[in-house]
């Protein structure tokens, strides 16, 4: 147990340790605020064009920020639920707000190390904005989806 101060500096007994249950749900409300705080903020419209702008990092062949890498997945993220279409010489079904793809093309892409890219999909992923899932391609290509998507992106017009 740590102790515990109140403003003027002052100690004022002990704090319990949070359990990792309690983590769990601090966690989950806070998505949730972020999400909710977003709505009220409003939106723009990113047009997937802007990958051909010399300043995208990618034609710039810089490091990505972890900011451009999660943009560059929103980008990438289907904007419309996919009839089909061929992938590494299969047929891939995706729906709206999914990519699919390997992190060794990440890593590749955002001029990180593999370990980066693992790192940071599992952040992602701890924090709720997506679910990485083994795609029907084998281990190599994972499905990723944004979790929220159509309330972060509505498809209205």
Do not use: C
């Amino acid at each position: 147990m740590k102790k515990g101060r109140n403003k003027a500096g002052e100690k004022t007994g002990t704090i319990p340790p949070a359990s990792d249950k309690k983590r769990s749900e601090d966690s989950k409300r806070s998505a949730e605020s972020q999400i909710e705080g977003l709505e009220k903020q409003g939106y723009i419209r990113l047009w997937r064009g802007y990958r051909q702008y010399p300043i995208y990092p990618l034609n710039q062949k810089k490091k990505f920020s972890p900011w451009e890498a999660f943009l560059d997945l929103s980008i990438e993220a289907r904007g419309k639920d996919s009839p089909g279409f061929e992938f590494e010489k299969r047929i891939v079904h995706l729906k709206r707000g999914q990519l699919i793809t390997s992190q060794r093309k990440l890593a590749k892409r955002w001029n990180w190390s593999r370990g980066s890219v693992t790192y940071f999909l599992g952040k992602l992923e701890r924090r709720k904005i997506i679910t990485v899932s083994p795609s029907n391609l084998g281990r190599i290509y994972s499905i990723i989806t944004f979790l929220n998507y159509n309330k972060l992106n509505p498809s209205g017009e």
